[in-house]
């Protein structure tokens, strides 16, 4: 079975830019499959520092107002139960696949209160050991633009534990784009009132995801800041090299599911160390484990101090049921961590 995971190509934009002359917009486009935990549709042609949104009508494309359509449609049948979240999960594949799910995360937050909006993507296409921002300063979408907040860049590079991000690097990247239409949508009531710190995170080591968490813990104190942790969970099937398969489960999707339940009940106990271990143990290809980790650990760091947090998991679902070897899917897991 192969599995496809269409998105919506956003653009982004450096300021200065936008006088110049606009290349023309190409019409084709390369098609990723899961086994690059992809979510669909390639580039457009851009200016070097430029990437434009999507045409009507492009191969599987939408337009803002239908885009606009299908996330409220999503939303309205979320009930808002953990609000208002100071961090959320949240998968990154194709809306087709996975937007109802990230809807009950982003139904949690609170755009009254929220005035940065942190995005924590996994690397897909490149080695990245520590973390890597944007050298851009707009993130646009079909829906509006997208103010990247360079006052906590700033404050985020004098530390010296980040790299700058390439754009082509940045436009091949998934794992943050897939956040953005739903972070336009939840803060469209305020949409003038936020900025954006999107974090491209490396495959960082036990010890850097404690230091990286340290760092994000101050943020994470804020309750305007709201932190979004872009992960899908279990690959299973050939394509990804990954077949676990607990036979006391049932169906093989089954053993997926309680494979991916067992580490979203560790993630609620807020244990980084325990999910570490979890990861070392089943080995679940879970992509966003290390934004997780750091998640896990800036948690870690402000209970120390006496703060008082919960993660729940509110949705869970597959791409496809997988019942025999030649199957495939991704899972997708939702939730939010609240301060009491």
């Known amino acids: 079975m192969r599995i496809s995971h269409p998105r919506v190509p956003l653009a982004r934009s450096r300021a ?3 006088a110049r002359p606009a ?4 019409s ?4 990723l499959s899961p086994s690059r935990c992809s979510s669909g549709l390639g580039n457009t042609c851009a200016l070097p520092a430029r990437r434009r949104a999507p045409a009507p009508g492009r191969r599987r494309g939408l337009t803002g107002p239908q885009l606009n359509a ?3 449609g999503w939303l309205s049948q979320v009930q808002s139960t953990k609000r208002p979240a100071r961090a959320i999960i949240a998968p990154h594949a194709g809306y087709t696949y996975c937007g109802s799910c990230a809807a009950h995360a982003y139904k949690q937050v609170d755009p009254s209160i929220t005035r940065r909006i942190f995005i924590l993507g996994p690397s897909h296409h490149v080695p990245l050991s520590r973390c890597a921002l944007s050298s851009v300063d707009i993130y646009r979408t079909p829906l509006y633009d997208l103010r990247i907040d360079q006052k906590i860049y700033g404050e985020l590079w004098k530390t010296g534990m980040f790299e700058r991000m390439s754009l082509q690097t940045d436009e091949d990247e998934h794992s943050i784009e897939m956040h953005l239409p739903y972070t336009a949508k939840a803060m469209e009531s305020h949409k003038d009132e936020f900025t954006i710190i999107p974090v491209l995170v490396g495959a960082l080591s036990e010890s850097k995801e404690q230091e990286f968490g340290k760092l994000f813990s101050k943020y994470l104190a804020d309750p305007s800041n709201l932190f979004v942790v872009s992960s899908d969970f279990c690959h299973w099937g050939q394509r990804f090299r990954y077949s676990y398969y607990d036979e006391s489960q049932g169906e093989i999707y089954r053993s997926i599911e309680h494979l991916d339940k067992m580490g979203m009940s560790i993630i609620e106990q807020l244990d980084p160390v325990s999910f570490s271990n979890y990861l070392k143990k089943y080995h679940n290809t879970i992509c966003g484990r290390h934004p997780i980790g750091v998640l896990l650990n800036a948690i870690t760091e402000l209970q120390k101090n006496g703060m008082n947090m919960s993660f729940s998991f509110l949705n869970y679902a597959q791409s496809s049921q997988c019942r025999n070897w030649q199957d495939s ?9 609240t301060v009491h």
């Open 16 to 18: 200065g830019l936008a």
């Open 23 to 26: 290349r023309r917009q190409g």
């Open 28 to 31: 084709g486009g390369k098609l």
């Open 70 to 72: 299908q996330l409220e």
């Open 329 to 337: 899917s991704v899972s997708y897991a939702a939730g939010a961590l």
